[in-house]
Structures are given as C-alpha cells and as structure tokens.
C-alpha cells in the first residue's frame, strides 16, 4: 500500500524560503518508472503542478516557477523535499505530494496534503 | 505552454448523467487523466489515460477523448459525486492541469 505524507512550517513570512517534506512509504526509488511529484492548491483557486522527480534524479519543473523551485530526493529516507525561495502571500496553498503512475503520466496516490500560509 | 480550458460550474439532476468538457489543442492524441477534488480532502483519481479507472472507482466514472475535447462522464449522478474535477495532461515534460469544473448534484 503506497502512502505519502507532506510535513512542513504552516506558517511563512513573506521572502523567505520554504522546505516541504515528503515521507513516503509502498515504493522505493530503487524501481526504474518511479516519480513523485509536487501539486499545490492555492485557496479557491486550481491544481498547480511545481515539481516532479524520477528514480534516476532528474528533475523537472513548472516553467512558470522554475527559477524559485528545488526539488531533491533522499532514497535512504523514502522522501521528496521541496524548496520555494523568495516566498510571496499568493504562494500561500495547500501543498500536495503525489505518486506518479509507473507506465502513465497520472499521479495515483496523493497525501493528505501541508497548509502553508505565507504572512508576515 | 498548453492549456487545458474547463467550464467552473455544471450542475446535474440526481440520478441523471454529468457530462464535463476539457478543452485542449489537438488533446485527443494525449493521454487525458481526471481528479475529483472534496474540500479538505486530498484529489483522488479517478479516470485515468482517458477510460481507465482506478482500483475502487465505481463504473458510473468513464472518459472519452477526441479532437479537442475529453469528457469526462458520470452516469447516474449522486450526492457523493458533488466535487471538484480536474482533468490533467502531460506535455512537452510538463504536467498541467486544467482549472476545475465544479459538479452541483441537484
């Protein structure tokens, strides 16, 4: 059974640098096809895809926010962390981390999702 | 960058059948994914490479994709159907999402 879990400050100031956190269990990036991505949720607005990251390290990213976003994986702990710099309140979301489907380019199993409001 | 287009609101009669449109160039040759979104409640899957449906989604969830448009169908509309939905592609090494159509069950 695949699990994931986001953990993280749910609270921001305004410029600073966000560090999320995924902690997954039910896979391993050891299997060739994994992915885990990052999705957020801005309140009453729509999914916004930031970040994606393959068994064999590459990294990919929503061009929109290329430049602010960083995205890594530690294989020995089963987690994805993401960074955002230079936060601003409209990045304030519901933040989303999710498995990607082996053969398919869907995201299967979300976790249950890291509010983070950005306010000084 | 690709676009996906949705309309925010549809509304169906309970018991009756939800047609909801996305909207994208050329989007019948990619594969097309649909996400049901409750509020506090993390996006569940629920078609997938345009009619495949997850382990425990029931068979009133369907899709279809064609020239522009992919829809995404639900035959005998419940209460429980009342969601957000999403559909998504991936392009070019980018994963996009459209805006959301929110489903009322009436």
């Known amino acids: 059974q695949i699990t994931l879990k986001e953990s993280g400050p749910t609270l921001v100031k305004p410029t600073q640098t966000l560090t999320l956190t995924c902690t997954f269990s039910g896979f391993s990036f050891s299997a060739s096809g994994v992915a885990v991505a990052w999705i957020r949720q801005p309140p009453g607005k729509a999914l916004e895809w930031l970040a994606l990251i393959f068994w064999d390290g590459a990294q990919r990213y929503n061009p929109n926010l290329r430049n602010r976003l960083t995205i890594i994986k530690d294989a020995s702990k089963d987690q994805v962390v993401l960074t955002m710099t230079d936060l601003d309140p409209v990045d304030t979301a519901t933040y989303y981390c999710?498995?990607?489907?082996?053969?398919?380019?869907?995201?299967?199993?979300w976790g249950q999702g890291a509010v983070v409001a950005v306010s000084s | 960058s690709y676009e996906l287009t949705q309309p925010l609101s549809l509304s169906v009669a309970l018991g009756q059948t939800a047609r909801i449109p996305c909207g994208g160039y050329n989007i019948g040759s990619k594969n097309v994914h649909w996400y049901q979104k409750k509020p506090g409640q993390a996006p569940v899957l629920v078609i997938y490479?345009?009619?495949n449906r997850p382990s425990g989604i029931p068979e009133r969830f369907s899709g279809s994709n064609s020239g522009n448009t992919a829809t995404l169908t639900i035959r005998g509309a419940q209460g429980g159907d009342e969601a957000d939905y999403y559909c998504?592609?991936?392009?070019?090494?980018?994963?996009?999402f459209g805006g959301g159509t929110k489903l009322t069950v009436l």
């Open positions: 490479t345009q009619n």
């Open positions: 998504q592609v991936w392009d070019n090494s980018f994963w996009v």
């Open positions: 999710a498995h990607r489907i082996d053969t398919d380019d869907a995201f299967d199993i």
